[in-house]
């Protein structure tokens, strides 16, 4: 069998670790005799399309490793989403430089350009073998019990929160932060890891899992408001009401669509502020502040999980030893393992691609503003070590002497 060529290239939105995905690919190509060059594509499927390679063959181990610690996607991404056609001009490209691989690192709908690809190879008699690698800070791919990126988004997460709500406890008010999850909260459930005592924030949460209804909300505020004088808040991006229409939409008519006409969710603060706008002139509370975490969760070069890093990169390794050993296309799926371990399989492309994970309802509390305890022991050995803990004083009051 002549060398192999493979070509690497990176799709959506980039993470703390999406680059360690792309040096396990690399090593692990390094340590086989069957695999001679390897490429990457700048700028994902678009850079295959436009003949924008790289050849990665040259780059150092050191200078790998480096680049494998750094966040962002080191090849360029895209938001492409590839049909049959586009997948056919893609192929062109791949022939013509002999390509016996094709890794792509990205989520569903990554996995979903694979699986193209890997029809039209099939269709056109051309050998290829196709492997979609995961990622997405959503956690949202079905069939794995977490993807790559979660992790270390959701430990960023964890300690905004932790701030956000010392902050809050010692300025009292409202403070509602907007965390990504278009179609499933994991993210916006990490929040809940940020409490230590039962009147830490944030006291709510709200999920796409969930119904999203602007009376209950103003009213669990108030409530909370009442109890405690101040309310830390957490809203996935992507909440609706019971016709699934997004909340920002009805609540900010004008916000923003992006190019396929869908109601621009990240990026945008319409919906933290249309949801303070409701407090304040319903409420009447003065002190109401909101924040859209928006992509400092996903690239936050300050809080990445050890965890993170190593899965990431053993996906990424495990990649090129089932394109060797497996025949067939597929994805790389995370297994959980025991009290905490990881195994990892080769899913069928059409198990991943296009579908999406939600919270599964052992996760969400019955109140649907809160987790339960399964989920926090299920993020917790995802978030790594070394996590910081905020301290608060201990000292005792002294008795008060004047009567007023």
Do not use: W
Not at 336 to 343: K, N
Not at 354 to 366: A, C, F, K, Q, S
Request: charged content about 25%.
């Amino acid at each position: 069998m002549p060398p192999l060529k493979i070509l690497i290239a990176q799709g959506g939105g980039p993470t703390a670790v999406i680059n360690q995905s792309l040096a396990g690919v690399c090593l692990a190509a390094r340590h086989s005799a069957a695999i001679e060059t390897v490429y990457g594509a700048r700028y994902g499927v678009r850079g295959i399309l436009n003949e924008d390679l790289l050849d990665l063959t040259s780059e150092t181990f050191t200078h790998l490793e480096s680049v494998a610690r750094s966040p962002g996607a080191a090849l360029g991404s895209t938001r492409d989403k590839p049909d049959a056609a586009y997948c056919r001009e893609m192929l062109k490209v791949l022939k013509a430089h002999e390509i016996s691989h094709f890794y792509y690192i990205g989520g569903n709908d990554s996995a979903d350009t694979v699986r193209i690809v890997s029809e039209q190879a099939r269709a056109s008699a051309y050998p290829l073998r196709c492997i979609h690698i995961p990622k997405t800070i959503d956690n949202d791919l079905v069939g794995n019990d977490h993807t790559p990126g979660f992790p270390s988004a959701a430990r960023f997460v964890v300690q905004a929160f932790t701030g956000a709500a010392l902050d809050n406890e010692s300025l009292p008010g409202v403070y509602v932060a907007v965390v990504m999850g278009r179609h499933a909260g994991f993210l916006t459930a990490a929040s809940t890891l940020a409490r230590r005592l039962p009147a830490d924030g944030p006291h709510l949460i709200y999920l796409p899992e969930r119904t999203f209804d602007p009376e209950r909300f103003v009213a669990d505020v108030k409530a909370v408001h009442e109890r405690l004088g101040r309310c830390v808040v957490a809203v996935s991006e992507g909440v609706h009401d019971a016709a699934g229409v997004p909340i920002v939409s009805k609540l900010a008519p004008t916000a923003e669509r992006d190019p396929h006409g869908n109601v621009q969710l990240s990026g945008t603060g319409a919906l933290a502020d249309a949801l303070c706008a409701q407090i304040r002139d319903r409420l009447g509370i003065k002190r109401v502040r909101g924040e859209t975490f928006g992509y400092l969760q996903r690239s936050f070069a300050g809080c990445v999980s050890d965890v993170d890093q190593r899965e990431a990169f053993e996906v990424g390794e495990r990649a090129v030893r089932f394109a060797l050993s497996a025949d067939r296309d597929g994805s790389v799926s995370i297994k959980r393992v025991g009290q905490y371990a990881v195994d990892y399989e080769l899913a069928t492309l059409e198990t991943v691609a296009g579908r999406t994970r939600v919270m599964e309802e052992h996760l969400i509390d019955p109140s649907g503003t809160d987790v339960t305890d399964a989920f926090h022991a299920y993020l917790q050995p995802l978030l790594g070590s070394g996590l910081p803990e905020a301290q608060r004083l201990r000292a005792a009051p002294v008795a008060k002497r004047l009567k007023r």
